[in-house]
């Protein structure tokens, strides 16, 4: 390490000062203390969106009953320790896997459908009806989940309503009104039209195996999701779009 000149202390000593003071082996510790703790987070992080990717997959083909943590630990290759550690309960493991698939498409409805403020009632209707559509395709099992446990009536699909459903059915209620308003959007009962949106634009991917047995075609597709939106335009606007 490189010193400065020598130079003489008052006492006669020879005094030499370095240029540069090793670290603080204190703070060294902290820094690595620090980083341990933000990998070990990161990693807790990866292991919780795995499980919960397993869990929406399970409850969506087996429904609540029909799905077992074991098993959600199985498809998520994590132990059964693991998802207890974090979810405490099955209870537990479905509300949140529930909140974090609903929280993640309301918010990116909410994107969507703010861009399109300032045009049209119809023309933010439009953005609904190709988001939702798009959205029921990327993640079919909520539509599957949420099918179940209304048919069943459970507490489960209360906690859902009133967490989430009655305000996005509002939200499009609402839409559906002011585009009748505006005289493009065919009249009718405006909560009719929105369970027909809902209806029409989820449930092809809900029987996806079904539907392409039948028709051929498969509902996953660009192409088809594409003359799915034109499909739902024909019906709800009084005028092509």
């Known amino acids: 390490m490189p010193a400065e000149p020598v130079r003489k202390a008052k006492s006669g000593r020879i005094a030499v000062r370095l240029e540069k003071q090793e670290q603080n082996p204190i703070k060294v510790g902290q820094k690595a203390k620090t980083a341990v703790r933000k990998h070990n ?58 909140d974090a698939a609903l929280s993640g498409y309301t918010k990116e ?20 009806i190709s988001q939702f559509i798009r959205m029921s395709a990327a993640k079919p099992q909520m539509h599957r989940i949420l099918t179940m446990e209304s048919n069943q009536g459970t507490s489960r699909i209360d906690w859902v309503i009133e967490n989430y459903l009655r305000k996005h059915f509002e939200l499009v209620r ?35 195996t079904e539907y392409k047995a039948l028709t051929g075609r498969d509902v996953f597709s660009e192409t088809e999701i594409l003359r799915n939106i034109a499909f739902l335009y024909e019906l709800v606007f009084i005028e092509p779009i």
């Open 41 to 98: 987070n990161q990693r807790g992080a990866d292991v919780r969106n795995r499980i919960l990717t397993a869990a929406l997959e399970c409850f969506g083909a087996f429904g609540f009953e029909g799905t077992s943590t074991r098993a959600v630990a199985e498809r998520a290759s994590v132990t059964h320790t693991l998802v207890l550690y974090h979810f405490e309960s099955k209870d537990q493991l479905w509300i949140s896997t529930m």
């Open 109 to 128: 409805m909410e994107e969507h459908l703010t861009e399109a403020l300032g045009t049209s009632a119809t023309d933010r209707l439009r953005t609904f």
């Open 174 to 208: 609402n839409l559906i009104r002011d585009g009748q308003e505006e005289g493009t959007v065919r009249q009718c009962d405006p909560a009719r039209l929105y369970y027909m949106i809902i209806g029409a634009g989820g449930t092809p991917f809900t029987v996806s």
